[in-house]
Every structure is written in structure tokens, then in C-alpha cells.
């Protein structure tokens, strides 16, 4: 059977909702048969690791210098690390690409220059793909934009895992809390939904961030300084990564899902929040239109408005009905949204039909 090569950063122990989507995967497409061997950061020497450009890019190369007849099956994220050795396999090895595309990364570059850079390197790491998996059907229409062609592109959503509790938002009452969840990044769009909180002080409310700090400890200082400076401290609890059982504690607990996010490839969180009951607040941009419907499960505002952020909160504090309306409604439409199993089918399908070559064909 063809060898299935994933290459990533990381694997194991699962904590942001792209490294469940690619664990499952790998998971579902090795109890299926499938030679998959995982490659990650944590099985190279030291010295290779991380964001070394050059070294990284080599290391690779000569690990499959006398390699040939296999795929490689990577993610967005590697880019640009294996810019170079995706170069290396398409000019000089017979071997089949499947990049999976979570969100494109120049999306998180605020330079003119480098965005312009970015979106060049993203292009042709991308047109180096024999096949791209992307998980909404906005960032398939980027990943076409980007290569010119869309013949390879697939769209392959997350999975969920219904949820099999009755409580709902409506359910809770006393101090009413807002749920944020994502790594505390300018991307995720916190400073935001922190300067909206300013305005809401007459109100008995608390916000729960959930997600990793520490990636940009600039904007950790922009946010702690935020906080600070609108006498936020007693209302904004960090909650750092936490493992699934808890973040389901939370959404459950939780009034309000907010997710002021300046771009998002799909919004794995903004799910799992509506399988809760939970009705969400979040921005109209990339695949969250896809999930929330503005009025019906929830509200959608512009990106990088605060004062529209405190609009939709005050409205849905003032409004309980509304809010268990959505949250309902949110609760009916994710029973629609498939299971993880039929996420790795459908990379099954996508392998079968294009790149591997199965025993007793």
C-alpha cells in the first residue's frame, strides 16, 4: 500500500479545534488500513524545530532523498516551512500532495509588504497540491482565488460531537457570562470585545477567555493594558488551554458565545456553542455566515466594530426570549453537522479516488 506521510507540528493531545480536525483524520484513516506515519516537530533533532526556515526545509529533503511512490499529506500551517521541500517533490520525486487548508495564514500578517509576500509563497505551495481539503466552503473560494483553479479543491467540514445535555443558556440566571474562546491573537479580534465591555458596565456580566496566551506577547500587553485601563480586572477571568470536558463545562455555564474574530477559515467553537444551545455572537467574515444565521441563531456584526459588539450584548441581555430562541434554533441546525467519521471518510474517498494505490487493485 502507498505510505501516507502526515507532516505536521504537532499531533497527540488535541487542544485547538485544527489539531482536533487533523487528529481525527490521521486517527480515523490508520484504523482504516491506511499506512499513515506521522512526522511531526517533536521527532526532529532540536536544532531543526520550530520556525528555522532553511534548516527545517532540509531536514526534510534528505529524510526523503531516496524516497519515492508515497503522499504527503500536510496542513496549512507548515507553510512556509516546507516551502522548499514541497518545491524539491514536485520537481524531483513521483509522489502525490494533499495539503489540508484550515485558514489561510496572510491573514494573520498586518504588514502591507509581507501580507504581499505571503499571499505569493501561500499560492504556490498551494498550486504544488494535487489535492486541497478545505473546511468551508469561504476558504475554498480563497484556496481558488489564490491557485486560479478550484478541479482539486474539496470541501471537507469539521465534525462534532452532538452534544447530549438539555441545558441551555435560557437555563442560567445570576451574573450573566460571556464565553470567548480562542488563542489570544490579533486574528481572534479580543481587543474588540474587551473595549465593548467598557460600555456595559451597568450590567452584572463576566467574560470566560478560553485559549492560549503567549503567541504574540505584545498584544497580551495590549489586552492586559485594555483591561486595565476600563477598570475591567473583576469581570475577565483567563482560563488558558483547557482539555474538552472543561470547555464544554463552559459553554454550558455560559449565556452568550462571542466570537469577534477579524477572519475565520470555519469557527470549529461557534459548532460546538450551537450543539450546546448556546446562541453566538460573531463577526460576518469568512465561513461564519456559514454556521450563523443573523436573526435566527444568532447575530452577526461588522469585524473590528466594538461599538456593534456591545449592540448585540446589551440586546440579547435585555432580550432572555430571544436568546433561548436562538439558542434553540442554533441546537435543531447542528444535528445537521456530520460526525467525525464521516470526516475521515470522506478523506478516505478523497485518497482512494486520487493517490493511493490499495492492495489487491
Not at 16 to 41: M, S
Not at 44 to 71: C, E, H, Q, W
Not at 81 to 103: A, E, T
Amino acid at each position: 500500500m502507498t505510505p501516507i506521510f502526515f507532516v505536521s507540528h504537532f499531533y497527540e493531545s488535541p487542544r485547538t479545534g485544527g489539531e482536533r480536525y487533523n487528529f481525527e483524520v490521521v486517527k480515523y484513516l490508520k484504523a482504516r488500513g491506511f499506512d499513515v506515519r506521522i512526522l511531526v516537530d517533536q521527532m526532529m533533532p532540536k536544532s531543526t524545530r520550530g520556525r528555522r526556515f532553511l534548516r527545517y526545509n532540509l531536514f526534510y529533503i534528505l529524510k526523503f532523498m531516496d524516497a519515492d511512490g508515497f503522499v504527503l499529506f500536510t496542513t496549512d500551517y507548515m507553510h512556509p516551512r516546507l516551502f522548499l521541500f514541497l518545491l524539491f517533490l514536485k520537481l524531483f520525486k513521483d509522489c502525490r500532495v494533499l495539503v489540508l487548508v484550515h485558514h489561510l495564514r496572510h491573514h494573520e500578517i498586518e504588514s502591507k509588504i509581507l501580507r504581499f509576500v505571503c499571499i505569493r509563497l501561500e499560492s504556490i505551495f498551494l498550486m504544488c497540491a494535487d489535492a486541497v481539503v478545505a473546511i468551508s466552503e469561504a476558504t475554498k473560494s480563497e484556496v481558488g482565488r489564490l491557485t486560479g483553479k478550484d478541479s482539486n479543491i474539496f470541501v471537507v467540514y469539521p465534525g462534532l460531537e452532538q452534544s447530549r445535555s438539555e441545558i441551555t443558556s435560557a437555563d442560567q440566571a445570576g451574573e450573566f457570562s460571556l464565553l470567548f474562546v480562542g488563542d489570544c491573537v490579533r486574528r481572534k479580534g479580543l481587543e474588540y470585545l474587551v473595549e465593548s465591555l467598557a460600555s456595559l458596565k451597568r450590567y452584572h456580566l463576566h467574560l470566560h477567555v478560553v485559549g492560549r496566551n503567549g503567541r504574540d506577547p505584545t498584544y497580551d500587553e495590549q489586552i492586559g493594558s485594555l483591561i486595565e485601563k476600563n477598570g475591567l480586572n473583576d469581570r475577565v477571568t483567563f482560563h488558558g488551554r483547557v482539555d474538552g470536558s472543561a470547555k464544554r463545562k463552559l459553554l454550558c455555564t455560559s449565556h452568550v458565545l462571542i466570537l469577534p474574530s477579524l477572519w475565520e477559515g470555519y469557527g470549529m467553537v461557534v459548532a460546538e456553542a450551537m450543539s450546546e444551545g448556546l446562541p453566538v455572537i460573531a463577526t460576518r467574515v469568512g465561513a461564519i455566515p456559514e454556521l450563523v444565521k443573523d436573526g435566527i441563531n444568532g447575530i452577526l456584526v461588522p469585524p473590528g466594530d466594538s461599538q456593534s459588539l456591545a449592540g448585540a450584548i446589551s440586546y440579547l441581555i435585555d432580550n432572555p426570549e430571544t436568546r433561548e430562541k436562538y439558542g434553540k434554533r442554533g441546537k435543531l441546525a447542528s444535528r445537521n453537522f456530520g460526525g467525525w467519521s464521516q470526516v475521515g471518510e470522506r478523506f478516505a474517498s478523497i485518497l482512494e479516488e486520487r493517490m493511493v494505490r490499495r492492495e489487491g487493485r
